[in-house]
């Protein structure tokens, strides 16, 4: 009789047990109001990369329990829209501040104007002077570049530079890295460093400028990957090499199909994932380094298919 | 049987309080914990719906504030403006306006000319008088940034309540606005919330302003309401008026508005009460089941103490040949099994108790045979004795009347002992049949001590040694032999001795005689069984308290003593 009530004691305390451990964790589970508040103004959201980074800070920011406000300019020339943006957002009391400029000599007026607020700012893709940056390391990613070309074509060959807007350090710096490697490390020659507006068309017509001017290029460095696809479309009856940036799907299409011979990878879910995980990180009084770099990757025919698995398709 | 039924009764009785109060125990957790979750997950979904509903309305906004910024960066806009082309610059507007379903309409404010320009085919192009632009000018003022103002229209041919952004063109002394009717908001984006009637959508702006609502509430409910959306509760319960409200609220980000989603109590407590049903009809359920199986349960585990009861009682009733069947190792089953090793005893005792009888009424049937037998020899000898008188035998008489007596002492089952004086008596009558007998061949001479004739003694002890005495003392040389019997107290002793002056007994017989009862063999002088015998009854009575000496030098004497314990009778 005493082994039963003994039996008695010892389930009714296992449950009891069962049922505040599950009380406890339930409380865990309760879920509360988002925190923080992030203002993300990016440059656009005309370009696979942009969604890719978009959809990457939604996820860690969900994960983090921050809720954003995503708000692009109207495409990646318009800073003054982009500044009006900030602006607003700022004055709309938010926690944090994440930016992609599209003009870097106009940033300036809302760092100032974030610092009077106490507004930390992060910088994604493209750097500020001061201020937190996530991305790629613009300038290792103009090396590898200019690594792969100096591996693949003969000594002597004459190469050129299509890069995006003069505005924009990211694309500053890769042409400074693709040419400093060039120079220093290979026995190719730099022909011509070209620059424009960051889109399809403009790639286009500077291509086809570059190949009238210049026609013994036998590879071209672009430093995004719209405007290599734009590029491709001049290109594709010459034997160029051409090297592009960026992750985005239908660029990797192109490399496999062989139309592009090598892209540099710049994984926006990556980038935007990093970016909340280190706003994340500052809120929390945690040490944030400077420069937060993701992983930059040399997409050739080879290896393309698997970085197109990673999309999710 | 009524013992046995409380035994089980109790036993279940007492599981099924224990049973009954730990499911009662049980399901008042699980009940208490079920509704709690039940009300946490409701909020979380309740949490979840808003939430989705509030984040597309906020991006309503956003698109609204994208677009009014689109329109003021607008560089064709500008240009329209400063032409004054304000036809085509209506149709432009009308172009946004087309873009973004949200957008009620556009208007593009000159506060120079006092021109406003409408997204509208009709009247597109209106001036303004002073009052109104006046109002109008300071309404807009007021709007800046990311959140949406809300305001009446007052320049809409019917006034209305809409949402207002507003955007400097950059490059023209003008301001663009954009109003959202706050019925299409409210449709477009909160409607699908609630769905129900009984439910209630609040949309409060930063300020704490009522800026869209589902039904009318009363002013005093929305100040409580709003005092617990400031507290960012996702999980608030709350009365208005005579209703009971169960919510959650979600700030938007964008715009700064709260949604507030009420959803009436009553249906709630609907699935609440289902709850409760089922968790009372589950306890029932389980009650039931359980009832049963404990029945069952202590059915089983009585069985052996019913089954020991039935034959503990079958036994009373006198059936001892039943056994109780040995069932375990526990108690029970130690009880049976001691219960048959008992019957089995008791069996025994009752058999040998019955055997016993038996025999001891087969030796009072023998004893009386043997009654019969003495009285029918006394009566036969008084009847020759009578004879014998009658015919002048006195003599005869006499020995018959001796005969008689001495035959009824020996057969005499009164009474083994008698005091010394009757036993010299009986001796006596048996000297004077000898005298009769032998004729003169020997004298008895008594010497006894007066206090020693009360002393007690067994019947019948001297006879067989004077017997000896008179029959085996006289020889051929010597033919009349003196016997002398003498008793004396010494020392609380009785000492009786019967001595004569015969021929005596051999070393060889003497020996003989003094050995043990079982040793001794027949001898044909000396009757060996009758002193053996006496000898045999002293040991009996007395243990080693008394003895029987015979001396002789077997030549001219013989003495026998008899040594006894003294008992001297009242």
């Known amino acids: ?313 | 049987m009524k013992i046995i039924w409380n035994m089980r009764f109790k036993m279940f009785l007492a599981a099924l309080v224990i049973n009954v109060l730990g499911i009662i125990f049980a399901m008042l957790l699980f009940y208490h914990y079920a509704t709690e979750h039940f009300y946490s997950e409701y909020a979380s979904s309740l949490y979840e719906r808003i939430f989705i509903g509030a984040k597309n309305a906020d991006l309503g906004f956003q698109r609204i504030y994208r677009m009014t910024l689109d329109i003021s960066f607008d560089m064709q806009i500008t240009e329209l403006i400063n032409k004054g082309d304000f036809t085509q610059l209506a149709t432009r507007l009308k172009e946004y306006r087309e873009k973004n379903s949200l957008s009620d309409d556009i208007y593009c404010y000159m506060p120079a000319k006092k021109i406003l320009v409408r997204s509208e085919e009709y009247n597109s192009v209106q001036k303004l008088d002073n009052e109104v632009a006046n109002t109008w000018h300071r309404i807009i003022e007021q709007q800046a940034g990311i959140r949406p103002l809300f305001i009446e229209n007052i320049l809409s041919p019917a006034t209305k309540k809409v949402f207002l952004y507003k955007a400097k063109v950059s490059g023209a002394e003008a301001f663009i606005t954009t109003q959202i009717s706050e019925r299409g908001l409210y449709y477009a984006y909160l409607d699908d919330i609630g769905m129900a009637d009984s439910n209630l959508i609040v949309m409060f702006d930063s300020a704490g302003n009522v800026v869209s609502q589902s039904r009318a509430i009363d002013k005093k409910n929305l100040n409580v309401l709003f005092s617990e959306v400031r507290q960012k509760n996702t999980e608030l319960s709350l009365t208005l008026g005579d209703e009971e409200f169960f919510g959650t609220c979600v700030e938007m980000p964008l715009s700064r508005c709260t949604v507030l989603l009420l959803v009436n109590k009553k249906k709630i407590y609907g699935k609440i009460i289902f709850m409760q049903i089922l968790s009372v009809l589950g306890v029932i359920f389980i009650l039931l089941l359980s009832t049963f199986f404990i029945y069952i349960l202590s059915a089983k585990l009585n069985e052996p103490v019913e089954n020991l009861a039935q034959i503990m009682q079958a036994v009373g009733h006198g059936n001892f040949s039943l056994r109780a069947k040995v069932e375990g190792n526990d108690e029970i089953g130690y009880l049976a099994d001691r219960f048959n090793h008992m019957l089995e005893h008791i069996e025994t005792l009752i058999d040998n108790l019955a055997n016993e009888k038996v025999l001891k009424r087969q030796a009072e049937l023998n004893a009386l045979q043997y009654q019969i037998r003495p009285h029918f020899i006394y009566n036969t000898l008084n009847s020759i004795r009578f004879a014998a008188m009658i015919q002048g035998a006195k003599n005869i008489g006499e020995l018959l009347a001796n005969f008689i007596e001495l035959l009824q002492v020996s057969t005499n089952r009164e009474g083994e002992f008698g005091t010394l004086a009757e036993e010299i008596s009986t001796l006596k009558k048996y000297i004077a049949l000898q005298e009769f007998r032998l004729m003169n061949s020997f004298a008895v001479d008594f010497n006894l001590a007066e206090e020693s004739l009360s002393c007690r003694v067994p019947r019948l002890i001297l006879q067989p040694f004077v017997e000896n005495s008179i029959l085996h003392a006289p020889s051929p040389e010597k033919t009349f032999c003196r016997i002398m019997i003498s008793s004396e107290l010494k020392g609380g002793e009785l000492i009786i001795s019967i001595e004569d002056d015969g021929k005596g007994i051999s070393p060889e017989v003497l020996k003989n005689l003094s050995a043990k009862p079982s040793d001794k063999k027949a001898h044909g002088g000396f009757s060996g069984i009758g002193v053996a015998n006496i000898k045999e009854r002293l040991r009996l009575y007395y243990g080693d308290a008394s003895k029987v000496i015979c001396e002789s030098d077997g030549k001219t004497f013989t003495k026998i003593s008899i040594v006894l314990p003294a008992e001297v009778t009242s």
């Open chain 1, 1 to 313: 009789m005493t082994k039963f009530i003994a039996l008695f004691y010892v389930t009714l305390a296992m449950l009891l047990i069962a049922v505040v451990s599950y009380s406890i964790q339930k409380s865990e589970e309760n879920f509360s109001p988002p925190k923080y508040t992030i203002g993300v103004v990016l440059k656009a959201m005309d370009s696979e990369h942009w969604l890719s980074v978009r959809s990457g800070m939604t996820e860690a920011a969900q994960k983090n329990n921050m809720r954003l406000i995503v708000i692009t300019a109207e495409n990646e020339t318009a800073f003054a829209e982009q500044n009006k943006i900030i602006g607003d957002l700022l004055a709309n009391d938010i926690d944090a501040l994440i930016v992609s400029p599209t003009n870097i000599n106009h940033t300036k007026e809302f760092v100032d104007l974030a610092r009077k607020k106490n507004i930390p700012v992060f910088s994604i893709d493209e750097e500020i002077d001061e201020i937190i940056y996530i991305g790629s390391n613009n300038y290792a990613v103009g090396e590898m570049a200019a690594a792969f070309m100096a591996a693949n074509l003969p000594a002597g060959s004459e190469v050129s530079v299509i890069s995006g807007s003069a505005n924009q350090n990211a694309h500053i710096q890769r042409t400074a890295g693709f040419v400093d490697y060039i120079e220093k490390n290979s026995s190719l020659i730099i022909g011509k460093t070209m620059a424009a507006e960051t889109q399809y068309r403009q790639a286009m017509t500077q291509a086809e400028k570059l190949l009238r001017e210049r026609p013994n290029t036998r590879g071209i460095f672009v430093t995004s990957a719209i405007m290599t696809l734009g590029v491709i479309e001049t290109t594709e009856n010459f034997p160029v090499m051409i090297i592009g940036v960026d992750t985005q799907n239908d660029a990797i299409m192109a490399v496999k199909n062989g139309k592009i011979d090598a892209l540099i990878s710049q994984d926006g879910h990556e980038s935007g994932r990093l970016a909340i995980e280190v706003v994340a990180a500052h809120m929390n009084n945690e040490p944030v380094q400077k420069y937060n770099f993701i992983r930059n990757e040399l997409i050739t025919a080879d290896n393309a298919e698997h970085f197109l698995l990673q999309e999710d398709f």
